[in-house]
């Protein structure tokens, strides 16, 4: 008898036959629903930022009394900063910065001479007597002529006075005085030329003529500044609360009333008449 051949087959559950068509209609459904999410427009969620935090019970006290005061707190340093300043200005700076004797060397030395000058040319024109009798004037004068004029005027005071001196002998009153003066402003010109001054001349101040022109030169000026500077208003209030008296420091005004937290803390003007 042939042998004959069999083959096994398993039977699927129903449920099996059926899952494909299943997962597609669940897929589909999917895709609808995200169709209609999408023309509805973006889900909105809601805004943690705009939810406000329930308000905190506060009591309006009238104000007993306020004292205002202000603190000021103020650093002041020393700074150095560039300016323009003309070269006179500038000579006077330095001119004043020096000693006394070393600034005034010529004037003195000119004051010294010129009481010298002064007491032989009182010899030279009057008697004895009335040289003795006006020699501490006449000396004093010319020390203070010579202070002015300096040594060069000083020296030219005498050497035209003694010119005019020579000159005049029968009338010595009507020449050696006017020589002594002329002799002193041509001095004082020449020794100026030869020696100016630390300090040049100003320039000449007319409304109605040009305006003399200036050197400026860059100088460091150095001197106290303010730093910084802080202010800030304290406020002393006394206020009622539970049958007890308070006394604080705010920094608000609080006006008529001020308000309250719950342990009776001060937390700000009410802003409202207490009648």
């Given at each position: 008898m042939p042998?004959?051949?069999?083959?096994?087959?398993?039977r699927?559950?129903?449920a099996?036959?059926?899952r494909p068509g299943?997962t597609r209609?669940?897929?589909?459904?999917?895709?609808?629903?995200?169709?209609a999410?999408a023309?509805?427009?973006?889900l909105?969620?809601?805004?943690?930022?705009?939810?406000?935090?329930?308000?905190?019970?506060?009591?309006?006290?009238?104000?007993?009394y306020?004292?205002?005061?202000?603190?000021?707190?103020?650093?002041v340093?020393?700074?150095?900063?560039?300016t323009?300043?003309s070269q006179?200005?500038?000579?006077?700076?330095?001119?004043?910065?020096?000693?006394?004797?070393t600034?005034?060397?010529?004037?003195l030395?000119?004051?010294?001479?010129?009481g010298?000058?002064?007491?032989?040319?009182?010899?030279r024109?009057?008697?004895?007597?009335?040289?003795r009798k006006w020699?501490?004037p006449?000396?004093a004068?010319?020390?203070?002529g010579?202070?002015?004029?300096?040594?060069?005027g000083?020296?030219?005071?005498?050497?035209?006075?003694?010119?005019?001196?020579?000159l005049?002998k029968?009338?010595?009153y009507?020449?050696?005085?006017?020589?002594?003066?002329a002799g002193?402003?041509?001095?004082?010109?020449?020794w100026d030329?030869?020696f100016p001054p630390a300090?040049?001349p100003?320039p000449?101040s007319?409304?109605?003529?040009d305006?003399?022109?200036?050197?400026?030169v860059?100088?460091?000026?150095?001197?106290p500044?303010?730093?910084?500077?802080h202010?800030d208003?304290?406020?002393r209030?006394?206020?009622?609360?539970?049958?007890?008296?308070y006394?604080?420091?705010?920094?608000f005004d609080?006006?008529?009333?001020v308000l309250?937290?719950?342990?009776?803390?001060?937390v700000g003007?009410?802003?409202?008449?207490?009648?």
């Amino acid at each position: 008898m042939p042998a004959s051949t069999m083959t096994a087959c398993r039977r699927q559950p129903a449920a099996d036959l059926r899952r494909p068509g299943q997962t597609r209609a669940a897929l589909g459904a999917v895709l609808l629903w995200a169709a209609a999410l999408a023309q509805a427009g973006p889900l909105k969620l809601p805004d943690f930022d705009q939810i406000q935090p329930p308000a905190e019970k506060t009591t309006v006290a009238p104000v007993l009394y306020v004292y205002a005061s202000q603190n000021r707190d103020r650093s002041v340093g020393e700074q150095c900063w560039d300016t323009l300043i003309s070269q006179r200005d500038l000579a006077i700076r330095e001119d004043s910065a020096k000693p006394f004797f070393t600034r005034n060397l010529m004037p003195l030395v000119g004051a010294a001479m010129g009481g010298v000058a002064g007491g032989w040319l009182l010899k030279r024109l009057a008697s004895d007597a009335v040289a003795r009798k006006w020699m501490l004037p006449v000396v004093a004068g010319s020390g203070l002529g010579g202070y002015f004029v300096g040594p060069g005027g000083v020296a030219g005071a005498m050497i035209g006075g003694g010119i005019a001196d020579k000159l005049g002998k029968h009338d010595r009153y009507k020449k050696t005085l006017p020589g002594a003066m002329a002799g002193a402003l041509v001095g004082k010109a020449l020794w100026d030329a030869v020696f100016p001054p630390a300090v040049p001349p100003a320039p000449p101040s007319d409304p109605d003529g040009d305006i003399a022109a200036e050197v400026f030169v860059r100088d460091n000026t150095c001197g106290p500044q303010l730093l910084t500077s802080h202010e800030d208003s304290l406020y002393r209030i006394g206020y009622r609360f539970n049958g007890e008296d308070y006394s604080v420091d705010v920094p608000f005004d609080p006006g008529e009333a001020v308000l309250l937290d719950a342990t009776g803390k001060a937390v700000g003007p009410a802003r409202v008449r207490v009648e």
